[in-house]
Structures are given as structure tokens and as C-alpha cells.
């Protein structure tokens, strides 16, 4: 019932910046949490960043001073600005959306992942 789409990866030099978008469609009574995930090779997912509602922000350790996520909730979009990106940034970035949904006959919370974009940073 919710499809989750990132879109914005790509290559870039180290030092670069980059946007990334994820828009949630579908049976959508609101959304909780929007936020950001990322999987280098050979590792596990991490957070990279959440915008909870209410305006509370998390960012993982790594990240802060580079990358301000943001969020639409008109379009039930967020954002990933990314600068001063870091060969270690390299990874597949996910979107997750935690949102209340509208069932068949009542309506549930539930978390849903987009496909992944490929953010590369090159040295």
C-alpha cells in the first residue's frame, strides 16, 4: 500500500556535494519518522539520518556538520543534502518511512524501505 522511491545518487569527487530525494505514495493516513539509511560493501546497515515529527532530528556521528536532512510533509518527501562528502561515504542509501496507514478495514503503523541509490565518492 506504500511505495518508498529514492532518487539524486551518483558519482562524485571527494569534497562534492549531492541531493538526495525519497518520496512515500500511497494509503497514507501521516507519517512518523522519515530518515535515511546507508550500506557500505561488506557492512550493515547504519542510520545516517531521521526527521521525526515534531522537528526532532538525529544524525549519526559521522555525518553532522556535512549532512541536513529536511523534510515536506505536504509531499511526504525528504531530502538528504550531503557536503564535504568523504570516499567513506561510499555506500547504497535507503529511505525508510514509518507511517500510519489506511488498511481494509482499519488502519496500522508499518515501516517501509525504498530499492536503495548508489552514492560514490571518489578520492
Known amino acids: 500500500q506504500v511505495q518508498v522511491v529514492e532518487s539524486g545518487g551518483g558519482l562524485v569527487q571527494a569534497g562534492g556535494s549531492l541531493r538526495l530525494s525519497c518520496v512515500a505514495s500511497g494509503t497514507i493516513l501521516s507519517i512518523n519518522v522519515m530518515g535515511w539509511y546507508r550500506q557500505a560493501p561488506g557492512k550493515s546497515r547504519e542510520l545516517v539520518a531521521t526527521f521525526i515529527s515534531g522537528g526532532r532530528l538525529n544524525y549519526v556521528d559521522s555525518v553532522k556538520g556535512r549532512f541536513t536532512i529536511s523534510r515536506d510533509d505536504a509531499k511526504n518527501t525528504v531530502y538528504l543534502q550531503m557536503g564535504s562528502l568523504k570516499p567513506e561515504d561510499t555506500a547504497v542509501y535507503y529511505c525508510?518511512?514509518?507511517?500510519?496507514?489506511?488498511?481494509?478495514?482499519?488502519?496500522?503503523?508499518?515501516?517501509?524501505w525504498g530499492q536503495g541509490t548508489q552514492v560514490t565518492v571518489s578520492s
Open positions: 525508510n518511512v514509518e507511517a500510519k496507514v489506511s488498511g481494509t478495514a482499519t488502519s496500522y503503523t508499518a515501516s517501509y
